[in-house]
């Protein structure tokens, strides 16, 4: 029955173009906003979401929030290594650079070669990596930054402000980690360019089988805590945890935003189909009369308020998938995810059933011979 | 013209449909408001901060002073170029080691950075005044921010933890709200040590006047056995302001793209009061009402509504505003709301209202007279 019903469903809606017009718009930018505020909260927060659940620890320098400002004496990647419960322990100096004219912001991981790819565990192929480990200039780069520079293998890439030129040999591939977005150069070389010998941003260490990494953190640092530089340990999503934490005050403020949003659009859409509903009173009154029942009746009402919040809805997403995907959102580190889209269409249909309810009910409760007796 | 009465009555009619347009259009305003509020407030401190007669120099290629390690053989370089100024036979060359770190205060962690200074200091750094106390000094004698001093609960006399050493605070920074509010200052030498540190992050320099501080920085720039970079600081401590900047434009582009949504809501509104006042607007004409009339009273029925909302707006804003939550680089960790944002907020709900009523106003004054009253 209800189906047979859309042709008229379909009618209705352009019956007062401006209005389903603006409705749509209205719900439209509403979606925008809220699937643009979710992707700028996933972009924020990516670094916890990127390493993930790893047991790898990384050990930094004590009170040193951010991992470039932090400095270890490189011997420290050794003592570390031979403590008990440690299976693996490999130094990193890390650096950040900004590339081109867009501004790209990239990492650059000095790294020691064969331990670092012991315990990351890395996968490579093995030609990519001998061509890694020979070279002193050489550089692996993730795949997704190979992509957004428009690198490729054997390209030399100068990036100048850290002083530092290396030959790309090969293109880390996808496995679930932030490397895919990374430079890995030798440690040696970006120690030279930093002027930075001898030292280390962290040590990264891989806790031996069935050893707790909380447990073995706490060791670290009592270990540690003797020597000229003490030491904080802490998971790696710890780590990224503490570094987003900094900023999770902004990101509260986005989230009551996106709220906000939301009850905007579920107003402005009530307010249309009300509208719409009223001006047909007459129309449903007819109806009645011809014998809708009134559950078919608020079963058109609600169908036709859905069916436009979808449409909003629809055209927000893809505006916002457009906004996210241009260059300048890629840059902003913007993130369209599969639940945010879900989220948009999900309030899309509380949106139409919500705004629709009060009118369906009324209309539903309307007597035609009321209805048919107003003169208008 | 028609009596304001007239429209007051309006807008009273249609009670659910004003109420649910107003609600709208104050939830648009609080979002701009907010968001408007929130970014001014995460770049004030960056934006003020930075003579333009003072230069900082960072190790080449250290986008942040946090990333930056310099040679302290170069300091004598520095203090030597042409153009830096002087005070008592001494070059007004400030290094510093300013580290983003943990301090500790009776046991609760916070983050804050921590500034090494020297004797030079004090005639270096312009904008900084001790207002209590003293400036920091050998013995392990700190001076605090006053904003961060505000948000530990620290006054003069306490202890802080920073680097694993003791310091005690003896003076208080007052920089009217520059990002050295927020930073702890203590001995460069005291703090090398307990952080382990053997270089500068930093020069600050004052030059005799702005118009050789280009000299100094190409100088800077075109040395060869130093990595050095130099800015004008006002520049610097602006781009310094990057991660803020970002989320500041984000808040406002945000603010923006809602309140174009909101026009579409409040046309909708205004074409539903003129399609059912039709009738009405041709009496009004038939009784010699010119279009101007008509046209103003429904662009001031629109503009009342929107205003109300504006208000409403405004003071939920400011109600969110009051939140617990605390706003990163905020001087006060609050978001401080200004005059300023609540009139551009009452501004827009103004546009809102008028660019929403317009098109609906227009075509009421372009009602067909004979064919409505037929």
């Given at each position: 029955m209800i189906l047979r019903m859309f042709p008229f469903l379909w009618k209705n809606l352009w019956r007062n173009k401006r209005r389903s017009i603006l409705t749509i718009f209205g719900v439209a930018v509403a979606i925008f906003v809220i699937t643009a505020l979710g992707a700028a909260i996933a972009g924020m927060t990516f670094p916890v979401r990127e390493v993930g659940a790893t047991s790898l620890l990384k050990v930094r320098e004590k009170s040193r929030a951010n991992v470039l400002a932090s400095r270890l004496p490189q011997a420290y990647e050794n003592r570390v290594a031979e403590l008990p419960g440690v299976a693996g322990a490999t130094g990193v100096l890390s650096g950040l650079a900004v590339l081109g004219d867009e501004g790209v912001h990239i990492f650059v991981r000095g790294v020691d070669p064969d331990r670092f790819r012991e315990v990351r565990n890395l996968q490579i192929d093995s030609e990519a990596w001998a061509a890694f480990v020979d070279d002193r200039k050489a550089a692996l780069a993730g795949h997704r930054l190979m992509r957004r520079m428009g690198w490729s293998v054997g390209d030399e890439i100068e990036i100048s402000m850290l002083g530092l030129r290396v030959q790309i040999v090969g293109a880390i591939p996808e496995q679930g980690i932030d490397l895919e977005s990374h430079l890995l150069v030798q440690r040696e070389n970006l120690q030279i360019a930093r002027e930075a010998?001898?030292?280390?941003?962290y040590v990264l260490v891989e806790p031996a089988a069935g050893k707790p990494p909380a447990e073995l953190a706490a060791e670290i640092d009592d270990y540690m805590a003797a020597s000229p530089v003490a030491t904080t340990t802490a998971t790696s999503a710890a780590f990224a945890e503490a570094v987003v934490e900094d900023f999770m005050g902004f990101v509260d403020y986005l989230k009551i935003m996106k709220w906000i949003a939301v009850l905007i659009t579920v107003l402005g859409a009530a307010n249309a189909i009300a509208m719409s509903v009223r001006d047909r009173t007459q129309e449903i009154g007819a109806l009645k009369a011809l014998g809708f029942t009134p559950n078919l009746i608020s079963s058109l009402v609600l169908l036709e308020s859905t069916g436009l919040a979808l449409i909003g809805a629809i055209l927000g997403i893809a505006l916002a998938g457009w906004a996210i995907g241009s260059s300048a959102g890629e840059l902003a580190g913007l993130e369209l995810t599969g639940w945010d889209v879900a989220l948009s269409l999900a309030i899309a249909v509380f949106v139409g059933l919500a705004g629709g309810a009060a009118p369906a009910a009324a209309a539903a409760r309307l007597h035609p011979v009321d209805a048919l007796r107003i003169i208008d | 013209m028609l009596p304001l009465t007239y429209v007051l009555r309006n807008v009273r009619r249609r009670r659910l449909r004003t109420g649910l347009t107003i609600a709208g259009i104050a939830l648009v305003v609080a979002v701009y408001f907010l968001m408007g509020s929130v970014a001014e407030t995460m770049v004030e401190s960056f934006r003020s901060t930075?003579?333009?007669?003072e230069l900082v120099i960072v190790q080449a290629g250290a986008m942040l002073v946090d990333y930056s390690n310099i040679d302290r053989s170069s300091l004598t370089y520095v203090q030597t170029l042409d153009g830096v100024a002087s005070a008592d036979g001494q070059p007004l060359v400030a290094p510093e080691l300013a580290l983003p770190s943990v301090i500790v205060v009776d046991g609760r962690e916070r983050k804050a950075v921590v500034r090494g200074v020297t004797a030079v200091a004090p005639a270096v750094y312009r904008q900084v005044e001790v207002t209590t106390g003293d400036w920091p000094g050998p013995g392990h004698r700190a001076a605090i921010g006053q904003s961060l001093a505000a948000k530990l609960g620290v006054e003069i006399g306490d202890s802080l933890e920073i680097e694993g050493d003791r310091f005690q605070v003896a003076g208080l920074l007052d920089s009217g709200g520059r990002v050295y509010d927020q930073e702890v200052w203590v001995d460069l030498e005291e703090l090398a040590a307990a952080a382990n540190r053997?270089?500068?992050s930093s020069y600050t320099l004052r030059a005799d006047d702005a118009s050789v501080v280009p000299d100094i920085i190409e100088t800077i720039s075109e040395n060869r056995r130093f990595p050095l970079s130099a800015q004008d600081a006002p520049r610097f401590y602006r781009r310094t302001a990057g991660m803020a900047s970002f989320m500041a434009s984000l808040g406002e582009m945000i603010a923006m793209i809602v309140a174009i949504g909101a026009v579409f809501g409040g046309m909708n509104t205004m074409y539903a009061a003129v399609a059912a006042r039709r009738r009405e607007i041709a009496v009004l004409r038939a009784l010699g009402y010119r279009k101007v009339s008509i046209l103003g009273a429904f662009l001031v029925e629109s503009l009342v509504i929107a205003l109300a909302a504006g208000v409403l707006g405004v003071l939920l804003g400011t109600i969110i505003a009051l939140s617990p939550i605390e706003l990163p680089y905020s001087p006060s960790g609050m978001v401080s709301l200004s005059s300023s944002q609540a009139i551009s907020a009452l501004l827009l709900a103004a546009i809102i209202g008028l660019v929403g009523g317009g098109l609906p106003a227009i075509q009421a004054a372009r009602t067909a007279v004979i064919q409505e009253l037929r």
């Open positions: 010998e001898y030292q280390l941003s | 930075g003579a333009p007669e053997k270089t500068y």
